[in-house]
């Protein structure tokens, strides 16, 4: 089965957790200081009453307020890098990149306007435009923190911890209590192979944020890569301390006894998790996981179904449960909407249209498994593994001199064993 890479960055924790360093939807977004509005104006005002609306949840509201503030300050920025944020919450990025755009030429030395530029950018997956918005803050402004945590989190997505750790370090020479900050650096670090340093930075923002489980469950984890299991789990019970009802650090606990060795005992409290939570579609497909890795597929599939019910935008558990559906030569109607779904919700994965593909053969239809591979070779051009399927496939097309050639180019990147032989079986046999 193909699993997407998890990678964690600093600025995805602070968005999504609950704890003392998350930020609110707004801090990603609209700035609420440094108005270039007067700050008694009326625009500021309607600023202001749009800000506490999005707090609150009043969309609607939010963007009458914006709207207000833009037609009495037509020459401020804010109230359009606000109306941007928005349209990225109503599913139109083209409409918020023009509004951000907007902004960026009435005001193109606002630190803030650039810096929310470049998160637009960072979270439409367009890294290097992000970089140099985030960079451009950092010149107009060499102190401002945000632009540094910014063009940290941007190196760590683009695989360069090594420097996202120079900028955590400048970020916490100006503010040694971060506790973001500190966390941020123990991505990079732990990133960096830096396990020991990582350790301290996430025991610091653990001390910083006593009330944030996060920097504990990532220590947890740089523990357990290092093979510390019962550190690890004493990390993760401390954060289970602190977040008892969070299903994800129980399950995080489950897996972390099946890598300790102990499988029953992982499987037994994923149960108690289950159980507990029925009705969690994130504990079912967690679950699911476990199981294929004790060896259970039968159980496996009965938890990505699930999990699938409840609901169905994890692309990873649509994944495996279109590849164990493949696998188990059951049900591939609904193997085939499960593999879609994936590759829309994350069409850079290469993993998921190769599922996609071999769901296509499973089903008989060779040209769409063909073309479903070629595009996950477009994403990952460099995987044997995804050349030698492919070049079965073209083999059971019947069109020999392709798949002569991407089983030749399969075993010249570096084919493992397992399939190695089959690979040099089918290029020996003779050809109809």
């Known amino acids: 089965m193909k699993q997407a890479p998890f990678i964690v960055t600093a600025s995805m924790v602070m968005f999504l957790t609950t704890g003392q360093m998350a930020h609110s939807a707004v801090s990603e977004s609209a700035p609420s200081v440094d108005l270039t509005m007067k700050e008694e104006s009326p625009a500021a005002a309607e600023f202001r009453a749009g800000i506490q609306k999005l707090v609150n949840g009043d969309i609607k509201g939010a963007e009458s307020s914006f709207r207000k503030a833009n037609q009495l300050a037509p020459k401020s920025p804010e109230p359009l890098v606000a109306l941007a944020d928005i349209e990225v919450r109503k599913g139109n990025p083209a409409a918020a990149e023009s ?16 810096v929310a530029l470049g998160r ?17 803050a950092k010149r107009l402004s060499p102190a401002s923190t945000p632009a540094q945590m910014e063009l940290a989190d941007v190196y760590l997505r683009m695989g360069d911890p090594s420097r996202a750790v120079l900028e955590y370090e400048r970020v916490l020479k100006v503010r040694p209590n971060d506790p973001a900050a500190q966390f941020g650096l123990g991505v990079a670090l732990a990133g960096d192979k830096r396990a020991d340093e990582a350790a301290a930075a996430f025991e610091k923002s653990a001390r910083l944020a006593p009330k944030d489980p996060e920097p504990l469950r990532m220590l947890s984890r740089v523990e357990a890569e290092r093979k510390r299991f019962p550190e690890a789990l004493a990390a993760l019970d401390r954060a ?7 299903t994800a650090l129980q399950m995080d606990r489950a897996s972390l006894l099946l890598a300790s060795g102990d499988s029953k005992g992982a499987i037994t409290a994923a149960l108690a998790v ?3 939570n029925p009705r969690d579609a994130g504990a079912h497909g967690r679950l699911g996981n476990l199981l294929v890795a004790t060896g259970d597929n039968p159980g496996a599939r009965q938890a990505y179904a699930r999990s699938l019910e409840l609901s169905q935008t994890d692309a990873q558990i649509l994944n495996n449960a279109a590849w164990l559906e493949v696998e188990a030569k059951g049900d591939l109607a609904k193997a085939l909407g499960w593999a879609r779904r994936a590759t829309e919700l994350q069409p850079k994965e290469a993993g998921y249209f190769d599922t996609l593909a071999w769901v296509e053969r499973a089903r008989g239809d060779l040209p769409k498994a063909e073309a479903a591979l070629n595009q996950a070779l477009a ?7 995804l050349h030698y399927r492919l070049g079965i496939v073209q083999s059971e097309r019947g069109v020999a001199a392709k798949a002569t050639e991407s089983l030749q180019k399969a075993l010249a990147i570096g084919l493992p064993a397992r399939y190695a032989d089959d690979a040099k079986q089918r290029l020996a046999a003779p050809k109809k």
């Open 274 to 276: 289950v159980k507990a």
């Open 379 to 385: 994403l990952a051009p460099k995987s044997a593994v």
């Open 99 to 114: 509004m951000l755009q907007q902004a960026l030429q009435l005001a193109p030395n606002n630190v803030a306007v650039h």
């Open 240 to 246: 289970i301390k602190i977040a008892p009802k969070s």
């Open 120 to 136: 637009f950018y960072r979270n439409q997956g367009d890294l290097n435009r992000a970089k140099a918005e985030f960079e451009a």
